[in-house]
């Protein structure tokens, strides 16, 4: 098999074989067809966002395939099934866990991916557990499926944000690919003429005008009154800062991006105060998957289009120019074929 390795002491990515491993007996092995890279990978890369240390590992935390081998105890499914791959879990034995909150989980969460903590599907194969496997519904495009783990992700926010009403005026912080989601989510649920994307990048800016939605893309400099919710996108802590005087009474800030770990945001207290602001951050997707999946069906045909969106496709080997184009914001995410 074919696989990319990254040894987070050297901050180096390198395309190797070996062997195609057997799976554990409550393990799926799964031959991957796109595996996507995410903002959180180049943050990994360049040793911003916590990953495995004691050792390289295989990186990719969304990635859909079919199913290879079956591990012994393996019951529900089957070999050539096509399947979507939820990287995050909990351990099942603490008391958040307990609480169906295995995002806090010290052990599980975010502390345990596959493909940060896991070996994942930046590779031809992956083994899986089995809890982690969910079948791909009938009709829907394998290329389109490999966006289910970010649209989990979503669906867990769009739970925490609720509600949302028609006519809420939103500001969305960022047009990487998480942002051109959530523009197409809003606009799925009803909300027309008052959205508004932000985006620095006028590469960026014209791939979120290219989505058709009728948003208006502006600048930061160019934001002008007040919003009821503020979407983060971007991990920019900057950016969200200055998003914050432009809620009006009762707004809401949803820290959506993942910030670098030392990021600052100044806030001044007497108008959290005054205008009864909220702040509301959104943790990976606990139990949101099935959501995220749902979510992808109601969207695909009129949103999940890779031009409109600004995906571009690559093949394993040519990793460096999917890491330069997204880093550059040529595009707005790239995918792996395998």
Known sequence: MEYLSFDSSSKSLTLKKCDIAKPAPNEVRIKVS????????????????????DGPVTLGHEFVGTVDELGSKVTIFKVGQRVAVDPNSGCDKCDHCHNANYHYCELGGINNTLGIFRNGGWATHALVPETQVYPIPDGMEMHQAV?????SCLAHGWDK????????????????????????????HGLRKTVTISEPQEKRRRIADNLGLNYEVKSQSELKGYFDVAVDCSGSGPAMEAAVPLLGPGGRLCVFGVAHPQAKLTIEPFQVYKKELQILGVNINPYSFSKGLALLQAMSEKYIDYNKLGIKVFSLSQYEDALYALRKGEISKAVFKL
Request: charged content about 10%; hydrophobic content about 45%; proline content about 6%.
């Open 147 to 151: 966006l289910s783990e970010p649209l």
């Open 34 to 53: 796109y595996s996507g890279v995410c903002g959180t990978d180049l943050h990994i890369l360049e040793g911003s966002f916590p990953c495995k240390k």
């Open 161 to 188: 944000l609720n509600p949302v009403n028609v006519g809420s005026k939103v500001l969305l912080i960022g047009a990487g690919i998480i942002g051109l989601l959530w523009a197409c989510l809003l606009h799925l």
